[in-house]
């Protein structure tokens, strides 16, 4: 899911603060590939994200171990973002899985994403 922002470019150590603010940290890739590795009742999941040119990719660590990932693009005119919770389905197929507002119980992970991606399009409107 792509959003665009109307207002004009942010400059980025705003959105770096607003995500760090958060609990989010910045992706800092090797050779476009990222591996972050999350624990649940002791065990290890691992996520591997990959380099989006063009944006800066910020992630969290949710409930039972998931990850919150946002990939943001600064333009001329605007802010543009994808928000998702990535999964590795059988360690080698990577999945981008949307936020969704009110998610069940083994998916509250989406829930929260969906509340953060709300606050985010907040901070957006207010810089206008």
């Not at 999941?45 to 039972?64: D, P, W």
Request: glycine residues 10%; contains cysteine; proline residues 2%.
């Amino acid at each position: 899911m792509s959003i665009s922002s109307t207002s004009s470019a942010e400059p980025r150590s705003n959105l770096d603060q607003w995500f760090h603010r958060h609990g989010f940290r910045i992706a800092e890739f090797e050779k476009g590939k990222l591996r972050v590795s999350t624990h649940r009742m002791g065990e290890m999941i691992v996520f591997k994200l990959t380099e989006r040119a063009g944006h800066t990719t910020y992630y969290k660590e949710a409930t039972g171990g998931a990850l919150i990932v946002f990939e943001v693009s600064v333009g001329d005119q605007a802010i543009r973002y994808e928000g998702y919770c990535p999964l590795l389905l059988f360690g080698i197929w990577a999945k981008k899985v949307t936020f969704k507002q009110g998610a069940g119980a083994l998916t509250k992970y989406r829930d929260e994403g969906y509340r953060l991606e709300q606050k985010f399009q907040e901070f957006l409107r207010s810089k206008r």
